[in-house]
Antibody, heavy 122, light 113 residues
Framework: EVQLWESGGGLVHPGGSLRLSCAAS????????MSWVRQAPGKGLEWVSG????????YYADSVKGRFTISRDNSKNTLYLQMSSLRAEDTAVYYC???????????????WGQGTLVPVSS | DIVMTQSPDSLAVSLGERATFNCKSS????????????LAWYQQKPGQPPKLLIY???TRESGVPDRFSGSGSGTDFTLTISRLQAEDVAVYYC?????????FGQGTKVEIK
């Protein structure tokens, strides 16, 4: 059974940093691209970042480029999102997602974790 | 970026009736070399993460009931729930994966009339 478990969310002040983790199980982690998608309270879905199975290719939304870094440790079956220079508009539930098919970084996601909330507020 | 626009924003349908809603992309998501539409549909129930329903515009994900069907090509797509059940109350999102960044529609909220 595929499982994705995000952690690391919590209140952070504007300008602060946070690292999210996503522990994966139930599938061969290194064979799949992974993504982070966020959802601001009461709003729709916004793709944030993606990474190839081997970790060599990374992709970012313009809204987070230069502030967020996606990475993975295939030996630990874990996906990460390092977030810095956080802004109020980054407040959202952050989901990690297993990407079942990708076209040069643009994918559809076959399974999503439960999400972790990141409120950015002073 | 490809803009995805869904209509209507919300829809109230009686139990057992058909629910149909639409998704339009600002440019074609049909890849001519393989004749595939790079369009997915997700269902998000309250308090839950999104769940993949449909990919390639019309292929149902494993385990998805056959009352859900997707259609369309190019820039215009439709998701149909043939006989609405109570458990189908959710927000439905379309998403293109033709190019990066992947983009989502704003969602259609389906409720029971």
């Amino acid at each position: 059974e595929v499982q994705l478990w995000e952690s690391g969310g919590g209140l952070v002040h504007p300008g602060g940093s946070l690292r999210l983790s996503c522990a994966a199980s139930g599938f061969t982690f290194s064979n799949y691209a992974m993504s982070w998608v966020r959802q601001a309270p009461g709003k729709g879905l916004e793709w944030v970042s993606g990474i190839s199975g081997g970790g060599h290719n990374t992709y970012y939304a313009d809204s987070v480029k230069g502030r967020f870094t996606i990475s993975r440790d295939n030996s630990k079956n874990t996906l990460y999102l390092q977030m810095s220079s956080l802004r109020a508009e980054d407040t959202a539930v952050y989901y990690c997602a297993k990407d079942d098919y990708c076209t040069i970084g643009s994918c559809y996601s076959g399974f999503w974790g439960q999400g972790t909330l990141v409120p950015v507020s002073s | 970026d490809i803009v995805m626009t869904q209509s209507p924003d919300s829809l109230a349908v009686s139990l057992g009736e058909r629910a149909t809603f639409n998704c339009k992309s600002s440019q074609s998501v049909l890849y001519s070399s393989n004749n595939k539409n790079y369009l997915a549909w997700y269902q998000q129930k309250p308090g839950q993460p999104p769940k993949l329903l449909i990919y390639w515009a019309s292929t149902r994900e494993s385990g998805v009931p056959d009352r859900f069907s997707g259609s369309g090509s190019g820039t215009d797509f439709t998701l149909t729930i043939s006989r609405l059940q109570a458990e189908d109350v959710a927000v439905y999102y379309c998403q293109q994966y033709y190019t990066i960044p992947r983009t989502f529609g704003q969602g259609t909220k389906v409720e029971i009339k």
